[in-house]
């Protein structure tokens, strides 16, 4: 083999390594004690298989969706023309989660969400409005679907909506937007797992970088 291929070869094997990694957590949450986090927002239904493996994967404790639930179905934008299409699927999604898991899960309502046919939804699942801070094991959590509502004197805060909104700190400001977010407790320690690739398209975005 010579060396140009063996390049090439070794490149292709590490892609798809890293590939197959995409979309694992270390070991170290795995067996970790602590309160396991986590952070979703702007979930088209082309993703839920996916969210429902990382949910069995993962195993959180707390789940915490930062909003439009079906992130496919634009309600802002369409008027009451798909509201029924948004009951039926926000209603399948929202019980999927409480049968797949026993875990807290709590909805932080985003644009195109419509917080009545979520209360409809839900069993035992939390609505929180935005501006929320929720504390979690002495750990101050903040919620919002906007960046800019997030409320202030959080030690973490979880948003979505905008994907181009950023932070100085950003290990405290988590955008559910760009990854998986998971989160231990109190350690505050975080890890960023990626969406399958097809989450903007499922979003409706005409570019890859458009919120």
Request: without cysteine; negative net charge.
């Amino acid at each position: 083999m010579t060396s140009v291929i063996r390049k090439v070869f070794n490149n292709f094997s590490s892609g798809i390594s890293d590939f197959k990694n995409r979309y694992k957590l270390p070991e170290e949450f795995h067996s970790s004690q602590e309160l396991k986090i986590m952070h979703i927002s702007d979930t088209p239904e082309s993703i839920y298989s996916h969210i429902y493996k990382m949910l069995n994967y993962s195993k959180p404790d707390v789940i915490i969706h930062t909003g439009d639930l079906v992130d496919n179905l634009k309600l802002e934008d369409s008027g009451k023309d798909l509201y029924p299409l948004y009951q039926k699927k926000s209603a399948e999604f929202i019980s999927n989660l409480e049968k797949l898991t026993a875990a807290r899960i709590i909805y932080v309502p985003g644009n195109h969400d419509d917080i009545n046919i979520i209360e409809d939804n839900k069993n035992r699942s939390e609505i929180m409005a935005e501006g929320t801070i929720i504390e979690l094991d002495g750990v101050k959590i903040g919620l919002a679907h906007y960046p800019n509502n997030l409320p202030e004197g959080a030690d973490i805060n979880l948003f979505g909506h905008n994907k181009q909104k950023k932070f100085a700190d950003e290990n405290k400001y988590l955008n559910g937007i760009l990854n998986i977010n998971y989160l231990l407790l109190p350690s505050k320690t975080d890890y960023k797992v990626n969406y399958p690739w097809i989450v903007d398209q499922g979003r409706q975005y005409k570019h890859f970088n458009m919120i």
